[in-house]
């Protein structure tokens, strides 16, 4: 059974960190796409961070210059780790892993697993 558990959501203020850890079970992260996708409560969901196999990341404008997304594959674990975040990045975060395609530096995920997402919460 594949398993994707993430941790570290939580409440902070403007300009606060978080780092956001998914634990993946069952498959071997590192031979597979993965990524976080966010959806606020009335929004569509929105992919925010990528990362492919060889280690390629992309990240959505939005967010650009304060997230990054990491793995340590021994751990079979990716992270989102978020800085200076704003009241706009409030959702719910989820990990997914699957396969995906890179067009332009632009990795676009195909999810086939999903977590079962941690809220973040900013407020201003």
């Known amino acids: 059974e594949v398993q994707l558990v993430e941790s570290g959501g939580g409440s902070v203020q403007r300009g606060g960190f978080l780092r956001l850890s998914c634990v993946v079970s069952?498959?071997?992260?590192?031979?597979?796409?993965a990524g976080w996708v966010r959806q606020n409560q009335g929004k569509d969901r929105e992919g925010i961070a990528g990362?492919?196999?060889?280690?390629?990341?992309s990240l959505a404008d939005s967010v650009k210059g304060r997230f990054i997304i990491f793995r340590d594959a021994p751990k079979n674990t990716h992270y989102l780790e978020m800085t200076n975040l704003k009241p706009d990045d409030t959702a719910m975060y989820y990990c997914?892993?699957?396969?995906?395609?890179?067009?332009?530096?632009?990795?676009?995920?195909?999810?086939?697993?999903w977590g079962q997402g941690t809220q973040v919460t900013v407020s201003s």
């Open positions: 997914a892993a699957g396969s995906c395609s890179n067009e332009g530096g632009i990795i676009h995920l195909h999810p086939r697993y």
């Open positions: 069952g498959i071997p992260l590192s031979s597979f796409c």
């Open positions: 990362i492919d196999v060889d280690g390629n990341t």
